[in-house]
């Protein structure tokens, strides 16, 4: 009995080798090894917290002598204008901006992308632990904390899930679908009739487009949310073009498997690296600097600067292209494939 | 209808598959092809198809290329060993997604559920069907388009003695109706009466083609099948 469950096991693990499944085991715990070294943890600490000052702004001196002693902590950046300081904060520049509050002297309200941020945390703590030292207790500098980005968590949310989405239809619907049309011989079967490749790639790729849509649709009617008419289109613009992108990707990585099994998995190899770069970049400044090397920001920068701050369609030319441009390259490897019976 | 298969050529890890192969088939020819196993007869099929690239040489249907896939599949209809159907879809479904993609007629669709006796299964799905059904939909569905030339795979295989002289059955009927058939077997002896000419695969090389008269009288099949 026992040399026939041994001799089931090895047989198993076999056919784990072959679908790849064992990759996943290998891959996932080296992959969340490599994206926990890039959270910053206690780097934090060493990284000096960049602030935005208003030259004609009125700062008290104290506050203003205090941030320039602690120049190993802060580091002052000064703006003519507020406009512009809010600029230098939405091109993540820099990680706040202190502005005098109305009718209220020695008190400031802190500008910042988002309050539910490492960077806010910092520049609040920051900013009390100098007060502290040079007041001892008394009512806080910062009297306010005014986000640009739209508040509420679910808000906040919104553009992970979105991605998250995009990349389920992209990586784990498309190739699993790809390769059982291939693996039971019925993409063959298909191109015995009048289609042509290009057909038969578009159909799919419309398919992931559509499967996006309805989904974001429906997330977006679940969670609420609201649009301009200017934030929708531009919305719905990235939306197809992520969808686009991502959908080209995934019939890609479809076409280099020759089983649904080894399609999951290679999926999964796809999915974690593309999603969790990204949606975890507000929460580290390393993997800030990571992210745009992988396909998937160009498509969540966009869309949560779309939901979150207003921001419009125009204002990411380059993104646009660098999804129109993956899918159309992905879409023309998977052509030369099909036209060779690659693994079919 | 001309069928001309010249040097064509297709060779896996080194040793197996098809050598340069050539031969010429008439209209309303029945053709069958045997050989063992791995004597290259499905890739010689597959390849006539456009399910495999050749390494070498060309095929032509009425003077249409190979590289002209899309004229070309209007000339051809190939039955795979294993129907290749939508499965979790109905019989009926099939014949019509194909019969779309061909653009033809609806009534297309009555005339082949009838002329297969698929009428009573137009509705169950393909996986309910047993095997033998299975290949009477899947050569239903290649004829659709009403192509000359009908390549079949191993037709019987897998199939017991009943449905099997069912199937030759419904090649005698198909090349009665002025159909050419070039089909696949590894067992010589069920198409004796049903081939006009044969066609014999060896390691790969052409080692036979004539008469099924010829053929059985001559060495080549005591060598091979003794």
């Known amino acids: 009995m026992i040399r026939n469950i041994a001799i089931l096991i090895a047989n198993d693990l076999a056919i784990a080798f072959k679908n790849k499944t064992l990759y996943l085991v290998l ?117 306010e904390i005014r986000s640009l980005q739209e508040d509420g968590i679910q808000q906040q949310m919104l553009p992970t899930w979105i991605l998250m989405l995009v990349l389920l239809v992209g990586f784990i619907v498309l190739p699993a679908q790809v390769a059982e049309e291939k693996e039971k011989k019925l993409l063959l079967g298909l191109l015995q009739t009048p289609i042509s490749e290009v057909e038969w790639l578009l159909a799919k790729v419309a398919l992931g487009m559509i499967l996006i849509a309805v989904a974001a649709a429906l997330l977006q009617l679940m969670a609420g949310v609201d649009f301009d008419l200017v934030s929708g289109w531009s919305y719905f613009a990235f ?86 441009g993956i899918g159309v390259f992905t879409l023309f490897v998977s052509h030369r494939l099909m036209k060779k019976r690659w693994l079919m | 209808m001309q069928l001309e298969v010249d040097r064509l050529c297709k060779i896996y890890k080194g040793t197996r598959g098809l050598r340069a192969t050539d031969f010429t088939v008439e209209k309303g020819e029945l053709i069958a092809v045997v050989g063992h196993n791995g004597a290259g007869k499905s890739t010689l099929l597959k390849m006539i198809a456009g399910w495999l690239v050749p390494d070498n040489g060309r095929v032509r249907v009425d ?95 897998g199939l017991d003695f009943e449905m099997t002289r069912e199937i030759y059955l419904s090649l005698g009927k198909i090349h009665a109706s002025g159909k050419t058939i070039l089909f696949t077997s590894h067992r010589p002896e069920e198409i004796k009466s049903l081939a006009t000419r044969i066609m014999v695969l060896h390691q790969g090389s052409l080692v036979f083609d004539g008469q099924p008269s010829e053929y059985f009288t001559s060495n080549i099949h005591q060598t091979l099948y003794s």
């Open chain 1, 27 to 143: 891959f996932i715990p080296l992959f969340v090894f490599v994206v926990l070294q890039l959270v910053d943890g206690n780097r934090l600490d060493a990284q000096k917290i960049k602030i935005g000052l208003i030259e004609h702004a009125q700062y008290t001196p104290a506050l203003l002598q205090s941030l320039r002693s602690a120049d190993r902590v802060f580091t002052i950046s000064w703006f003519t204008d507020q406009a512009d300081a809010q600029r230098w904060l939405k091109e993540k520049n820099g990680d706040g901006v202190l502005i005098p509050s109305a009718g209220q002297a020695d008190s400031f309200t802190l500008i910042v992308l988002a309050k539910a941020s490492f960077q806010t945390l910092a520049i609040v703590e920051g900013v009390s632990e100098l007060q502290r030292m040079l007041e001892g207790k008394s009512k806080s500098w910062i009297s």
């Open chain 1, 239 to 324: 939306l197809m073009i992520g969808g686009f992108c991502f959908s080209a990707f995934g019939i890609l990585v479809g076409f280099l498997c020759q089983t649904q099994a080894s399609a999951r998995t290679l999926g999964v190899l796809f999915y974690l690296p593309h999603l969790l770069p990204s949606a975890l970049s507000d929460f580290s400044q390393e993997l800030t600097k990571v992210a745009p090397l992988i396909p998937s920001y160009p498509f969540y920068e966009p869309v949560k600067s779309i939901l979150l701050e207003g921001a419009g369609l125009f204002e990411f030319p380059v993104q646009w292209l660098a999804l129109f």
């Open chain 2, 63 to 157: 003077g249409i290329d190979l590289g002209d896939r899309r004229a070309l599949v209007r000339k051809i209809g190939f039955v795979p060993e294993t129907p290749n159907l939508f499965d979790f879809f109905s019989v009926e479904y099939n014949l019509v997604l194909f019969g779309r993609l061909f653009q033809v007629a609806s009534s297309r669709i009555e005339e082949t559920l009838q002329e297969f006796n698929l009428l009573p299964f137009r509705h169950s799905k393909v996986q309910t069907l047993s095997k033998g059904l299975k290949q009477r939909v899947s050569i239903a569905r290649s004829l659709l388009a009403d192509a000359p030339l009908l390549l079949l795979d191993e037709p019987t295989s």
